[in-house]
């Protein structure tokens, strides 16, 4: 997997959680170092560790699915971006109270909720037997530097961006899906 590849990943991943901390921002009265990098925190850390547990996963049945792992990844990666997008486009409300916005058990749901695909992509990273350590710290550096800003973003211009977040990183999946099942299946 090249740099650029596991880059777009990176920021398709961090959609969810870029949009997440504009929405967090929003509350916050005044913005410091400390309250963005908690949340980068949570949102990095989180999307760190589902794809290594994903990975995990994914190399216990890689000889049994060997043959058909690219359809895997290209399917995993289009459904996550499909609803990435079907999410965008949704009118939810996502009002915080400023003083739950920080809290653990608010922070480890929704850290959970924004990574669940960094799950599914780990498990493809298996099947591409990508080099799965600088891949995930990669993820989660990406992720964390993207929910520092998006908290500052949400802070100073709303929600005005989260939609078109979460759409351009649906976007990102899909076309990664799809470039890897051209790359096993008209290239091979």
């Known amino acids: 997997m090249t740099f650029f590849e596991l880059l777009f990943i990176s920021v398709g991943l961090s959609a969810d959680a870029f949009a997440v901390a504009v929405c967090k921002g929003l509350p916050i009265k005044k913005v410091n170092a400390k309250n ?4 980068g925190l949570y949102f990095g850390g989180f999307q760190a560790i589902m794809p290594l547990i994903g990975y995990y996963l994914g190399v216990q049945f890689h000889g049994t699915i060997a043959a058909f792992d690219h359809w895997i990844a290209f ?11 079907r999410e965008s486009m949704s009118d939810k409300d996502d009002n915080v ?20 695909d960094a799950l ?34 949400g802070n100073v211009f709303g929600t005005k961006y989260k939609s078109r977040a979460e759409f351009a990183g649906g976007l990102i999946l899909i076309a990664i899906g799809i470039k890897i099942l051209m790359e096993h299946t008209i290239l091979s």
């Open 36 to 39: 963005a990098g908690i949340v």
């Open 75 to 85: 399917i995993l990666l289009g459904l996550l971006g499909i609803n990435m997008i």
């Open 97 to 116: 109270n400023e003083d739950k916005c920080l809290d653990f058990n608010n922070m480890c749901a929704l850290s959970i909720a924004t990574s669940i």
């Open 120 to 153: 599914a992509v780990g498990i493809t990273f298996a099947f591409l037997q990508v080099n799965i350590l600088p891949a995930v710290s990669f993820i989660g550096l990406v992720t964390f530097v993207l929910s520092v800003v998006g908290v500052k973003i």
